[in-house]
């Protein structure tokens, strides 16, 4: 697949991206300036603050722990525009637990990929109400053009994409090329991190910069491990989402009538 989603030009998100032009079933495609995905919105600047009124948002969805948010609180200044918080507290996918793990020396690149396994089958092992409570949040009209984030805009983010697209009708190759682009849209803004830590190290704190490098990134089988116990589970990814995220056939028509042109 040719297609590589389009990363808006925002200076304070790195991975901001429409989610509009995959193709679906039945030569169908999912509209762009509808639905974004996004990192956190924190450190958005006046010029990031136009650039929103000029895609039109209307709703945010946070998908951070309430330790990501005391942190780094989103920073959007219209007022019309409805900010909704939808955790998913899984430990193995938040940022700032992972990165104080990596301050402290205790995190090597095999333990971080690891995490990111564990994560992903957390999604739906544990989380899969959530996950469920975002596809209809996805349902309401009224909400769109429509943003959902995470911390880095890869992980929790990255299962909640690839479960819209599923219901959209893209099949798997689509999905995982959606997922797997982070690495693309993001690989300059990696590099630059790693090359701080290892060129530059902050005093007292031991950073293992390919253990950086590998949660700052995504792989095939963080998704595609979560994907496999699905099929074990319910049969198949539909199966998944008809049984445990509570999203019919008729939920998922009337999402491709919102989201596919």
Same mark, same amino acid.
């Given at each position: 697949?040719?297609?590589?989603?389009?990363?808006?030009? &925002?200076?304070?998100?790195?991975? &901001?991206?429409?989610?509009?032009?995959?193709? #679906?079933?039945?030569?169908? =495609?999912?509209?762009?300036?509808?639905?974004?995905? %996004?990192?956190?919105?924190? =450190?958005?600047?006046? @010029?990031?603050?136009?650039?929103?009124?000029?895609?039109?948002?209307?709703?945010?969805?946070?998908?951070?722990?309430?330790?990501?948010?005391?942190?780094?609180?989103?920073?959007?200044?219209?007022?019309?525009?409805? *900010?909704?918080?939808?955790?998913?507290?899984?430990?193995?996918?938040?940022?700032? +637990?992972?990165? =104080? %793990?990596?301050?402290?020396?205790?995190? !090597?690149?095999?333990?971080?990929?690891?995490?990111?396994?564990?994560?992903?089958? *957390?999604?739906?092992?544990?989380? %899969?109400?959530?996950? !469920?409570?975002? #596809?209809?949040?996805?349902?309401?009209?009224? =909400?769109?053009?429509?943003?959902?984030?995470?911390?880095?805009?890869?992980?929790?983010?990255?299962?909640?994409? @690839?479960?819209?697209?599923?219901?959209?009708?893209?099949?798997?190759? +689509?999905?995982?090329?959606?997922?797997?682009?982070?690495?693309?849209?993001?690989?300059?803004?990696?590099?630059?991190?790693?090359?701080?830590?290892? $060129?530059?190290?902050?005093?007292?704190?031991?950073?293992?910069?390919?253990?950086?490098?590998?949660?700052? *990134?995504?792989?095939?089988?963080?998704?595609? !491990?979560?994907?496999?116990?699905?099929?074990?589970?319910?049969?198949?990814?539909?199966? &998944?989402? $008809?049984?445990?995220?509570? &999203?019919?056939?008729?939920?998922?028509?009337?999402?491709?009538? #919102?989201? %596919?042109?």
């Amino acid at each position: 697949m040719d297609h590589l989603p389009t990363k808006l030009d &925002f200076e304070g998100a790195h991975n &901001f991206r429409d989610m509009g032009g995959y193709p #679906l079933e039945g030569g169908r =495609r999912v509209r762009t300036g509808r639905l974004f995905r %996004s990192d956190h919105l924190g =450190r958005l600047t006046d @010029a990031d603050q136009q650039l929103l009124d000029d895609i039109s948002l209307r709703t945010v969805i946070d998908l951070r722990r309430q330790e990501e948010r005391d942190e780094v609180l989103d920073r959007v200044d219209n007022p019309e525009v409805e *900010q909704l918080w939808l955790p998913v507290s899984a430990e193995a996918a938040d940022v700032v +637990t992972l990165r =104080r %793990s990596l301050e402290r020396g205790e995190m !090597g690149p095999e333990e971080a990929v690891e995490f990111l396994r564990i994560a992903n089958r *957390q999604f739906v092992e544990v989380f %899969s109400t959530v996950f !469920g409570d975002f #596809l209809h949040l996805l349902l309401e009209e009224h =909400r769109y053009p429509l943003v959902f984030h995470c911390s880095a805009g890869k992980d929790r983010v990255g299962f909640a994409a @690839a479960m819209t697209l599923f219901a959209l009708g893209a099949d798997e190759e +689509t999905v995982m090329h959606d997922y797997l682009a982070t690495n693309h849209i993001t690989a300059n803004y990696v590099d630059g991190l790693v090359d701080g830590v290892t $060129e530059a190290p902050v005093p007292g704190m031991d950073i293992n910069g390919e253990a950086l490098r590998k949660l700052m *990134q995504v792989e095939r089988d963080y998704l595609g !491990g979560a994907l496999a116990l699905m099929h074990e589970r319910h049969g198949s990814v539909v199966g &998944f989402i $008809e049984e445990a995220l509570d &999203f019919g056939a008729d939920k998922r028509a009337s999402l491709a009538g #919102l989201l %596919s042109e």
